[in-house]
């Protein structure tokens, strides 16, 4: 009996020495990285799907094993295609930095063919595809629509998948030119000539110079030729 009491003792103390020195599983740790990615991202229209790859880490790792790790992103980190989100554990202390990759599979507007810089596109000259892009998708352009008013910011090759920042707005009003600027007040309605100083977009803000007073003025691009104060 006491040899079984002898034996039940050890194997409790070789269970408890196991568990002290337990390793910490690492593709746990990739999961926590890659979920927290995800959460970050907002929940979009439902075509976009989101696919967040969590790097392998070093094999040599070792980490005592933790009963509630966390993730968190490093102080100045941004969602971008690559980033890296720490897995901290208080106790046993430790951090440690996981790279993930973020990509985005989605329905995306890409060029039939090369364009050059200041090309304005139409239905014509795109298509929609679906495509795995990296980032996420509130770069990505998949309405026509947005085309309107819009041109090519630099000269881009067949199939590029067209973001945001590659359209930019038409020049409403350039620089140089002359315009009417227009006042209302008290239900009455000035009308002046100027000369715009800057370029301007669409409803864009523009400086002008009144050509009567040489004041400079500032309003907003209300067509062609009509700049409109007090907007």
């Known amino acids: 009996m006491a040899h079984f009491k002898h034996l039940l003792w050890l194997t409790a103390l070789l269970s408890l020495e196991a568990s002290a020195h337990a390793i910490q ?14 959460s970050l991202i907002p929940g979009g229209d439902g075509k976009a799907t989101l696919h967040a790859q969590a790097a392998a880490l070093d094999t040599r ?33 430790w951090t440690v930095y996981v ?3 973020l990509e985005t599979e989605m329905p995306v507007l890409v060029l039939r063919n ?4 200041g090309s304005a596109l139409t239905s014509a000259d795109v298509e929609l595809r679906t495509q795995r892009l990296p980032g996420f998708t509130s770069r990505y352009v998949s309405d026509i629509t947005a085309l309107q008013g819009r041109h090519l910011k630099n000269a881009a090759g067949p199939g590029t998948a067209l973001t945001t920042d590659l359209l930019v707005s038409d020049v409403l009003i350039k620089r140089g030119q ?8 008290g239900g009455l309605e000035v009308r002046v000539q100027g000369e715009a100083i800057a370029d301007a977009s669409p409803a864009g ?8 007073s040489q004041k400079v003025v ?9 700049v409109r104060l007090g907007m």
Do not use: K
């Open 114 to 117: 090369a364009a050059a810089a």
């Open 178 to 185: 002359r315009v009417t600027l227009v006042a209302a007040a």
């Open 25 to 38: 599983d690492t593709a746990q740790l990739r999961q926590l990285a890659s979920a927290h990615v995800r």
């Open 99 to 101: 790279p993930v990759t």
């Open 205 to 212: 803000r523009v400086r002008v110079r009144n050509l009567d």
């Open 218 to 226: 500032e309003g907003q691009a209300e067509s062609s030729d009509r």
């Open 61 to 93: 790792l070792r980490l005592p094993a933790c009963p509630a790790p966390e993730a968190f992103l490093p102080p100045g980190t941004s969602t971008a295609a690559r980033m890296t989100v720490g897995v901290r554990c208080t106790n046993p202390f």
